[in-house]
């Protein structure tokens, strides 16, 4: 294992490439629970119920209930210490990009610029049947489409749809690129999402997985801590 020193050592070389990858641990600091801990939204309630588009074509009522819901819970959210101190390596010049499995749009909240969403964002609202945009407030007040009358949906990925192809071949390139892939607080058990690292690890990256449970990928991983994401980003954080 590599020591915390020459992570940073790494992320200070000219070209370095540090890509940080981030889960639903990443927000619990900023009060959002995150999916498949043992106090996690998913131990709550099953996605395969409200999170799919089965649930919002064939159940509507239920499935707007849950997501204005969490447009309210993310709506009171504010950006952790966590997401600041990437959004400052970015603007120095240490971070290339972030890949983001979450929704809740705290990363770009606290700064940072060059962000590949591959669930999409609750700040997108659009119409389920012809598309066009339109805002959170229409959605949580179950206005119908100004264009054509239809019912409207949060602009994020349910069961049973494709990740953006944009943000999908982004986040390839730049695993691929990467001198250290930094993942934070993902379990790393949803595919295909799950392969950036190892990715990265097979292109010659430092690999390292700051989560509070074991993963799928924790054999790759150049550097391994259960500690809380904020904490170890503060250590780190001191070196550089």
Request: aromatic residues 8%; without cysteine.
């Given at each position: 294992m590599v020591k915390l020193e020459d992570i940073a050592k790494r992320m200070e070389t000219p070209g370095g490439n540090t890509v940080i990858f981030t889960g639903a641990g990443m927000s619990t600091d900023s009060?959002?629970?995150?999916?498949?801990?043992?106090?996690?939204?998913?131990?709550?309630?099953?996605?395969?119920?409200?999170?799919?588009?089965?649930?919002m074509r064939g159940n509507y009522d239920t499935f707007h209930k849950f997501y204005s819901a969490r447009f309210k819970q993310m709506g009171g959210a504010k950006s952790n210490a966590g997401h600041c101190i990437i959004a400052d390596w970015e603007a120095r010049g240490l971070v290339h990009c972030v890949i983001t499995q979450n929704i809740d749009g705290l990363h770009a909240a606290a700064g940072s610029k060059k962000i590949y969403e591959l669930h999409g964002s609750v700040g997108s609202v659009r119409c389920m049947d012809c598309g066009a945009p339109s805002t959170q407030e229409a959605f949580i007040g179950r206005t119908s489409c100004a264009s054509c009358g239809g019912r409207l949906r949060p602009g994020v990925v349910l069961f049973g749809e494709a990740l953006p192809d944009d943000a999908m071949n982004s986040s390839w390139s730049a695993s691929e690129s990467a001198g250290v892939f930094i993942v934070l607080g993902s379990s790393l058990n949803v595919s295909p999402a799950n392969q950036f690292p190892l990715i990265a690890h097979n292109a010659g990256a430092l690999v390292v997985i700051c989560n509070r449970d074991a993963t799928q990928m924790d054999s790759i991983a150049d550097y391994r801590t259960h500690e809380g994401i904020g904490e170890f980003l503060a250590k780190l954080d001191d070196l550089l």
């Open positions: 009060g959002l629970s995150d999916f498949r801990s043992k106090d996690g939204i998913w131990s709550k309630v099953d996605p395969m119920e409200l999170a799919t588009t089965q649930a």
